[in-house]
């Protein structure tokens, strides 16, 4: 699709990945009429994006210094995680069509690697939301970007996210 409407690529996502791989969907981040000054705005478009191959389509050079830096951060960010985007298995556990968040994750083949990605893209103020992670390894212990441990067998019960009442239009 070309539609790069962070809230609708939630959806357009979720469907294109029951049939094809993340490595044949371009993921892009977009800004209609210039560039996105809003760094959480900017992170959600590119949350979003790290369902598949990212871009960006934005007239860079309107952008100011801090913008830059956020893209900046973000392709390093996809670079980390590409290979396990690409060529990992995705696992949908939330279906998006039927709540206001979405959430999946890829996992690479000794499940040594997990991308957990949890979506909100409405508000849903104080609704708690289980995520469970079923083919994590119960004897592994992973760790995420903060340097916090996960046991395996916690994973598998269920991350917990919280919703807040954000509008990310």
Do not use: W
């Not at 104080?126 to 996960?150: M, S, T």
């Amino acid at each position: 699709s070309d539609n790069t409407i962070p809230q609708k690529r939630v959806k357009i996502q979720y469907g294109s990945l029951m049939g094809y791989p993340a490595a044949t969907m371009s993921c892009h981040v977009s800004n209609r009429g210039g560039i996105c000054e809003d760094a959480k705005q900017l992170k959600f478009h590119g949350d979003v994006a790290l369902a598949g191959a990212i871009g960006y389509e934005m007239h860079l050079p309107k952008a100011s210094d801090e913008m830059k830096k956020s893209i900046t951060n973000q392709i390093n960010a996809y670079r980390k995680y590409e290979k396990l985007i690409l060529t990992g298995e995705y696992y949908p556990v939330i279906n998006p069509f039927l709540n206001n968040y979405s959430a999946y994750y890829y996992m690479n083949e000794d499940k040594s690697e997990i991308l957990l990605s949890f979506i909100q893209f409405a508000p849903d103020s104080g609704k708690k939301v289980l995520v469970p992670v079923i083919y994590a390894d119960e004897n592994a212990v992973y760790i995420d970007e903060n340097g916090k441990e996960y046991a395996g067998k916690e994973l598998i019960n269920g991350m917990e996210f919280i919703c807040d009442d954000t509008d990310n239009n």
